[in-house]
């Protein structure tokens, strides 16, 4: 499938793409809300909502109409204009991503031959990123125009991870690009007929998969409405329709990188082994179903790391996203261009090939190893420091405030009113 197949179709057919893609997310994110619920009560040994429809299937319709009634109150010191658009940005920019994610292959619709993805380009991927960062300015308006210091720590938080994860998230598609020679979206599939990325390119997978957690703003990395540390972070003064917009794009961004991922690594729309095997497997509207169970198995990961790990403090956030993540991309990507490379110019057998890369392995361990010996040596030096710091005596008030020994450290406790006394009252009492 070429991006070329794209723009022929009729006005009546892309309109029910669009309206098929809408409903499809609110449907999804209706679901979602729901499955985490129940996920979560189950992980926790309760029950979950059980209640409103057959086994509370309907409790997300009813929360959203709840929200719609709700009574809204607005800040004083809120700018008006942007406090109305922010919201509206981030539910916005959540659906229009999905326009280039490939949902199957072609098929005959009301007798006409269209592609089940509403459009396609050759630099779809990076449409979707740049979707994505427009995203992040409703939170980062939001913050702001609230008027109000939790929100505005929230939006300043949000930005600083938005650029952190989001530059992790960009190389680890290089490789993907290396591989598929293609950034449309439809072609990429295409280039993992005979072997998903996620095997060959299991490095860019694992590092999409995490930045991927902190691009949406979920635990452990949800820092932007860390409600231990800013209440609700930059939504906490909006209430009525407008939570609900940014809950609307918290669980449609959920499900819109979780496509992202399945269509880059997971195949996309094609069908797992061995119900590949099926000659219809990938024909037809089966492959819808294989696409959705794929997505779901993203978002199980996101709800199961929400009901198993705890909030990161920011500076442990921040310091995984740049001297961990952003390093080992790069250092993939040197790898992954040096191997294509290599395989293109040499004309190199399995043999020699297992040699070269037995010994990029060796080389990647003796550099641990080194700075692994590094970090033992300061961490020994640090330890001795340390050491000949607590030998000396202590003195709760050196920085001109009073502060608790650490451990190890002892000091004689004085009294306020023996240290109130002077030598010259000493004397005169004696």
Not at 328 to 345: G, M, P
């Amino acid at each position: 499938m070429s991006s070329s197949t794209f723009g022929n179709d009729p006005w009546w057919i892309v309109l029910i793409k669009v309206v098929a893609i809408f409903a499809i997310l609110v449907l999804l994110t209706l679901f979602t809300i729901w499955w985490e619920r129940r996920v979560v009560a189950r992980m926790q040994n309760r029950i979950g909502p059980n209640r409103v429809g057959p086994f509370g299937l309907l409790q997300s319709l009813m929360d959203g109409i709840k929200l719609a009634l709700k009574e809204e109150i607005i800040p004083r010191t809120a700018h008006m204009a942007v406090y109305w658009i922010a919201p509206v940005i981030s539910a916005s920019m959540a659906f229009v991503a999905f326009a280039v994610i490939p949902l199957g292959p072609n098929v005959s619709m009301f007798g006409v031959e269209t592609a089940l993805q509403l459009t396609d380009f050759p630099v779809s991927v990076l449409y979707v990123i740049a979707i994505a960062s427009i995203g992040i300015y409703g939170i980062v308006l939001a913050g702001w125009a609230s008027g109000s210091t939790y929100p505005l720590l929230g939006g300043l938080r949000s930005s600083a991870q938005m650029i952190s994860y989001e530059i992790a998230m960009s190389l680890s598609f290089v490789a993907v690009f290396l591989y598929a020679g293609s950034m449309s979206t439809s072609a990429i599939v295409a280039a993992q007929e005979p072997i998903w990325y996620c095997v060959i390119l299991l490095p860019s997978f694992l590092i999409y998969a995490t930045a991927m957690v902190g691009e949406t703003n979920r635990a452990p990395f949800d820092l932007p409405e860390a409600e231990g540390e800013l209440v609700g972070g930059f939504h906490t003064e909006y209430s009525s329709l407008k939570f609900a917009l940014f809950f609307l794009a918290e669980y449609i961004n959920m499900v819109t990188v979780s496509a992202l991922a399945t269509t880059l690594f997971l195949g996309g729309w094609r069908a797992p082994w061995p119900i590949s095997i099926w000659e219809g497997a990938n024909s037809g509207w089966w492959p819808i179903l294989w696409f959705l169970v794929k997505v779901q198995l993203f978002i199980f990961a996101f709800i199961w790391l929400r009901g198993t790990l705890p909030r990161l403090r920011y500076d442990q956030f921040m310091k995984f996203g740049w001297k961990f993540l952003i390093p080992a991309s790069i250092a993939w990507i040197v790898i992954v261009a040096v191997a294509r490379v290599v395989r293109n110019e040499f004309a190199f057998n399995t043999q020699q090939l297992l040699f070269l890369a037995a010994g990029v392995l060796a080389l990647i361990l003796i550099i641990g190893w080194i700075l692994s010996v590094r970090a033992s040596r300061k961490a020994e030096d640090a330890r001795i420091d340390e050491e000949e710091r607590l030998g000396q005596p202590f003195d709760p008030f050196a920085g001109g405030f009073p502060v608790p020994p650490l451990p190890g450290q002892e000091f004689t406790y004085t009294s306020r009113r023996a240290a109130a006394r002077t030598p010259d009252t000493e004397v005169t009492d004696a």
